[in-house]
Nanobody, 130 residues
Framework: EVQLVESGGGLVQAGGSLRLSCAAS????????IGWFRQAPGKEREGVSC????????YYADSVKGRFTISSDNAKNTVYLQMYSLKPEDTAVYYC???????????????????????WGQGTLVTVSS
């Protein structure tokens, strides 16, 4: 069964940190680009950060550059999103998303939301209090 399972969300004060994990199963991890999208109530979905599992290419939205770091542990089929200096505007449901293919262009295209986002996790809620 193809699955993306997120964990690590929760409630944190502004300025705090959280690490999200996305555990993938049921597909060949190295063949995919994995990313994090988020959606807050009343707001459009936003591609936060993406990584090519085999080529290591990364993309960060301007809103999180310098504060978030994406990484991949291919031995564990897991992608992490380390979030620092969290702000109330980071509050959202964070979804792990996967697209087949690895290429630096795909990493950017995927995170910008251009194209078909194949696989989705169930989401994990991040709440940042002021």
């Amino acid at each position: 069964e193809v699955q993306l399972v997120e964990s690590g969300g929760g409630l944190v004060q502004a300025g705090g940190s959280l690490r999200l994990s996305c555990a993938a199963s049921g597909f060949t991890f190295d063949d995919y680009t994995i990313g994090w999208f988020r959606q807050a109530p009343g707001k459009e979905r936003e591609g936060v950060s993406c990584i090519g599992s085999s080529d290591g290419s990364t993309y960060y939205a301007d809103s999180v550059k310098g504060r978030f770091t994406i990484s991949s542990d291919n031995a564990k089929n897991t992608v992490y999103l380390q979030m620092y200096s969290l702000k109330p505007e980071d509050t959202a449901v964070y979804y792990c998303v996967a697209v087949k293919g690895t290429d630096p262009v795909l990493t950017t295209v995927m995170c910008r939301g251009d194209g078909y986002l194949e696989l989705w996790g169930q989401g994990t809620l991040v709440t940042v209090s002021s």
